[in-house]
Structures are given as structure tokens and as C-alpha cells.
């Protein structure tokens, strides 16, 4: 069978990370990787990964034009998504998007009608969303053995120091040269905790009814580096995530289903899974690449269809309508380090963030000071 074609529009940052996953699908003969484009006048060096006969180009038009592939993968600053998708899909590209994939409703539908008229699929990249987990949390929901669902939390606590801030153009702002960015903690770094919250509470493609937003930053940034909400659907469910990238002690991010009789957690990065204090094998999860090859071979189902971020495109909305973030009050933070290096610390952050995942609660409704 003929061997997809695939091009990735992006070459530095994240796009690194694809282009060394397409690269070893080519070299295993999964797909051809047939080039790459990046908006920058000098050629970054990640070219390198590409096989000797690929095209670089700056123009991801002029890309296709020359190598009709089948696939284009995303991998551009957020506020590019929109664009670059919408010029694949026309084009009658399937798209692989990075996350998040748009950052409003109205994108949202625009990509969506786009990819519908054109009979093309879009895989968003949300990775946890191919693991085998998903799978047992559905089972210990659908037979009870948690009880009955009550809520879903999530929790990540991460350091990033002014290195971080430094990367690129667009790290820590809300705009851009006019355009949303909305490169805060919820939105961004821990995206696939959200993302993933709504996926397993069973609505991931369903309009929320309210969403509440509180957000805080430590640093000063346009963004937030500690943020904490709460999406509610019409059937009384909530999902609460809490993040913070200002942390003394970090965690690894999870998420919790509370239940009447129960609990079951999922670190979704290490994929370790635990239902009632025990845990469970969750598998090998699924690469979205590979996942999206196989669907443009033979039909199989998509793990991380667009379809499934409506509720996470909704809260991005509300996080980018938010009016912006407030200052933690100064005598909460502290700094460790110097230069690139340097970090800032919110006091008990972590705490705060726990508490808020295990008790379904927002900072403020917590009591925590700097929230009130």
C-alpha cells in the first residue's frame, strides 16, 4: 500500500519533537517525510532531521504545491493554528494540530466546516487522549466502581524559570502584535490537564454552561503562571483544574474522578493509572501520528478528533476574554536563582493546587489569601 506522504509546517520549538517522530516513521517505512516550512529567512537547523530528498520552503502553499502530501502536521505558535490548518485543509490535507488547536469557538467552527467540506480529518495534539487509561476510567465509571461521578479534578504543579519566558515571541503574553496568544498555565503548559479532565468526564464535545476563570501571576508577564477554574455543564457535572508553574516542589500532573464510592487518578504523562487505591495496567498509548496514518490507510477512528475540544476550545474562550490576570500579593513570592535561571516561587502553591483538584473547589473558595 502507498506509503502517506507527510509535511510538518514548523521546524523549531515543539515542531523538533514531530519532526524526529515523522522522521522515524520514514525511516521505518510508515510514511514519507517529504518536507518541512518554516516562516524564518535563515533554514533552523532541525533540517538536519529531515531525509536527504525532502523540500524546506518558507511558504507551507508552496510546500504542498510541490510535495501533495497527504498529512500536514502543525506545529506553529498557537495563534498560527487557525491559518496554517485552514491552508492544509483546503488543500485536502488531513491536519495533526498541535495543542491547543484554536483558541476560540469561532475557529473552532471555521476549522471544523473547513475539514467537513473537504472530507478531511483533524487529529488534535493531545497525546493522553491515545492512551489505553481512558478505556479503564470509562469502565470504572460505567459499572460504578467509583459510584456514581460526582466531579472530575485536575492538578500540576512545574517550575519554569525566566528561560522559559525567554524562548520565543509569544511565551507568556495574551496577544501578540494584535493577534491572542493566550499562553497562560491553564491554556498551554498544562492544556492536556483540562483537555484531558473533560475527555475523561465524558464531555469533551460538549458546550459547557458556565465557565469560571481565576487567574494569577507571580511573574510579570501579560499571562498567568497560577490558574485555577471551574467548567460547568447543564447536567450539574464540574470539571476543576488548578495549575501552577511557580512552585517550590513539583508534581506530576493528574487527574482525579471523585465518585460516590470512590476515586480512581491517572498521571496521564506517565500513564499510571490507580481505581480505588489500586493500580491498573493502562497500556501503551496510541502515537496521534501514527494513529492519523492509520485512519488515512484504512478508516481507523481518530483518538483525538477535533470534535473532542469543543469543551476545551470554551474554556480557552473564557480564558482569553478573561480581563487578565492579578498580581499575587508580593510578601506570597519569592525568587530562587539568577539569570536564565532564575525562578519564582508563590508559597504552598502546590498545596493550593491539590486542594483544589481533591476538594472541587476554586482559590478563592479555598480561603487562599492572595485569592480572596
Known amino acids: 500500500m502507498k506509503r502517506p506522504r507527510v509535511v510538518v509546517a514548523g521546524m523549531t520549538g515543539y515542531a523538533e519533537v514531530h519532526l524526529r517522530r515523522a522522521r522515524a516513521m520514514h525511516d521505518s517505512s510508515e510514511i514519507v517525510l517529504a518536507g518541512a516550512c518554516d516562516v524564518r529567512e535563515t533554514v533552523p537547523e532541525t533540517a538536519s532531521l529531515l531525509p536527504p530528498d525532502a523540500a524546506v520552503r518558507r511558504d507551507l502553499r508552496d510546500l504542498i504545491d510541490e510535495t501533495t502530501p497527504d498529512i500536514v502536521v502543525v506545529a506553529t505558535p498557537p495563534h498560527a493554528h487557525l491559518p496554517v490548518a485552514l491552508t492544509a485543509v483546503s488543500a485536502g490535507c488531513h491536519v495533526l494540530v498541535e495543542k491547543p488547536p484554536v483558541l476560540g469557538l469561532d475557529a473552532f467552527e471555521r476549522l471544523a466546516a473547513a475539514a467537513h467540506r473537504r472530507r478531511v480529518q483533524v ?13 479503564a476510567l470509562r469502565a470504572a465509571v460505567e459499572t460504578q466502581a467509583i ?9 500540576g504543579a512545574w517550575i519554569r524559570r525566566d528561560a522559559y519566558y525567554q524562548r520565543n515571541s509569544w511565551a507568556g503574553r495574551r496577544r501578540l502584535n494584535g493577534e491572542f496568544v493566550v499562553d497562560g498555565s491553564l491554556t498551554n503548559p498544562f492544556a492536556h490537564a483540562i483537555a484531558t479532565a473533560l475527555l475523561v468526564a465524558g464531555k469533551a464535545d460538549v458546550l459547557p454552561t458556565r465557565v469560571e476563570t481565576e487567574l494569577f501571576q507571580a511573574r510579570q508577564i501579560e499571562a498567568d503562571d497560577t490558574a485555577c477554574a471551574r467548567v460547568t455543564f447543564a447536567n450539574g457535572l464540574e470539571v476543576v483544574a488548578a495549575a501552577t508553574l511557580c512552585t ?11 465518585g460516590t ?26 502515537d496521534l501520528l501514527r494513529n492519523l496514518v492509520m485512519h488515512v490507510r484504512d478508516k481507523t477512528p481518530l483518538v483525538a478528533p477535533l470534535s473532542q475540544t469543543r469543551a476545551f476550545t470554551a474554556f480557552v474562550q473564557a480564558v482569553r476574554d478573561h480581563p487578565g490576570p492579578r498580581r499575587v500579593a508580593a510578601d506570597w513570592v519569592y525568587s530562587v536563582d539568577t539569570g536564565l535561571e532564575r525562578r519564582y516561587v508563590i508559597d504552598r502553591a502546590d498545596k493550593f493546587v491539590e486542594s483544589a483538584a481533591e476538594s472541587m473547589a476554586l482559590f478563592s473558595e479555598l480561603g487562599v489569601p492572595w485569592a480572596i
Open 123 to 135: 487529529q488534535t495534539g493531545f497525546q493522553s487522549f491515545g492512551s489505553m487509561a481512558l478505556h
Open 248 to 258: 517550590e516542589q513539583e508534581f506530576e500532573p493528574y487527574v482525579v474522578l471523585h
Open 147 to 155: 459510584g456514581m461521578l460526582t466531579g472530575v479534578g485536575t492538578a
Open 261 to 286: 464510592r470512590g476515586k480512581a487518578r491517572w498521571w496521564y504523562r506517565s500513564n499510571a493509572l490507580e481505581i480505588n487505591g489500586e493500580r491498573v495496567p493502562a497500556g501503551t498509548p496510541i
